[in-house]
């Protein structure tokens, strides 16, 4: 995530909501349709180097956002295990922006 966090407030009130629309409601990466309340919107560059603008936001659904290859995103990895949401051996499913 960037250093700077919006409010809480602002992210699920304004800015959720206008990425999501504007990607039509889908996954960018598998396609699903999914719904404003189940998706997760990802930094595609996180860290220091990211922003909350949104041309480096996207949507993406709960599994395709878990098995993006970021190491920010490692401490969900667990979770989703427990919950069903991506297979024990998940390793081969993970996905790389740079390699797309």
């Known amino acids: 995530m960037p250093k700077i966090r919006p409010p ?6 304004s800015i959720r909501p206008i990425v999501w629309k ?4 889908i996954c ?3 396609g699903i349709e999914i719904s404003l309340y189940e998706c997760n919107i990802d930094h595609i560059i996180s860290g220091v180097r990211g922003s909350n603008k949104l041309l480096n936001l996207r949507t993406l659904c709960k599994k395709c956002h878990v098995l993006r290859l970021d190491h920010n995103h490692r401490g969900m990895i667990q979770a989703a295990i427990k919950n ?3 297979p024990p051996n998940w ?9 797309e």
């Open 8 to 13: 809480r407030e602002t992210w699920f009130k």
């Open 22 to 25: 504007r990607d039509g409601g």
């Open 28 to 30: 960018c990466k598998c």
């Open 84 to 86: 069903e949401l991506i």
């Open 91 to 99: 390793r081969n499913m993970v996905w790389d922006e740079d390699k």
